[in-house]
């Protein structure tokens, strides 16, 4: 009979589910003068889990709190414009029941309560990405994993993904 030696190693939990999604509509900054038109997305969303201890029973992580945690920031997010409260040269006024988007000589004017005032610089999916990563950290830190990722795609074979480690 032969013994296996254990070795040390991290399991990782992709969760990718079908209704980690939301639709969108956004702008992308790309310089002090260069923007996208205004445009929508169908955007999916997954996540990995990282680290070196399972639980007795063999287990990672527990999927419920994560996954509705991410259900919630989906459904927060889907059928809204997003906008990026912190861009510069961006000014975002409220007048009435509305939102007035300046930008350049563009002028945009949307509901107020269908608008997500985010606090980032830009809408990429690169800050989308660290965005959900932020908003989910102290659910996965409740797993016991050690590292989170989170993956934003926003149109098939364009996607962005942020990992970091879990703070203790």
Request: with cysteine; aromatic share 10%; charged share 25%.
């Given at each position: 009979m032969s013994t296996v030696k254990r070795v040390g190693g991290t399991f990782h939990i992709r969760f990718a589910k079908e209704d980690f999604k939301f639709s969108s509509a956004h702008f992308t900054l790309f310089s002090a003068t260069a923007a996208e038109a205004l445009h929508g997305h169908n955007y999916r969303v997954w996540l990995e889990l990282g680290g070196g201890k399972l639980s007795?029973?063999?287990?990672?992580?527990?999927?419920?709190?994560?996954?509705?945690?991410?259900?919630?920031?989906?459904?927060?997010?889907d059928g809204r414009v997003l906008l990026?409260?912190?861009?510069?040269?961006?000014?975002?006024r409220e007048e009435g029941g509305d939102l007035e988007v300046l930008w350049r000589d563009r002028v945009y004017r949307f509901p107020t309560d269908e608008v997500v005032r985010l606090p980032l610089a830009n809408t990429s999916i690169e800050l989308l990405a660290q965005y959900l990563w932020e908003r989910l950290v102290d659910t996965a830190a409740e797993t016991g994993c050690e590292t989170l990722g989170v993956g934003v795609e926003e149109t098939s074979g364009q996607s962005c993904y942020f990992e970091s480690d879990i703070p203790r």
């Amino acid at each position: 009979m032969s013994t296996v030696k254990r070795v040390g190693g991290t399991f990782h939990i992709r969760f990718a589910k079908e209704d980690f999604k939301f639709s969108s509509a956004h702008f992308t900054l790309f310089s002090a003068t260069a923007a996208e038109a205004l445009h929508g997305h169908n955007y999916r969303v997954w996540l990995e889990l990282g680290g070196g201890k399972l639980s007795p029973r063999g287990l990672l992580v527990e999927f419920d709190p994560l996954k509705r945690a991410v259900r919630t920031l989906c459904a927060d997010l889907d059928g809204r414009v997003l906008l990026p409260a912190r861009a510069a040269g961006l000014s975002l006024r409220e007048e009435g029941g509305d939102l007035e988007v300046l930008w350049r000589d563009r002028v945009y004017r949307f509901p107020t309560d269908e608008v997500v005032r985010l606090p980032l610089a830009n809408t990429s999916i690169e800050l989308l990405a660290q965005y959900l990563w932020e908003r989910l950290v102290d659910t996965a830190a409740e797993t016991g994993c050690e590292t989170l990722g989170v993956g934003v795609e926003e149109t098939s074979g364009q996607s962005c993904y942020f990992e970091s480690d879990i703070p203790r």
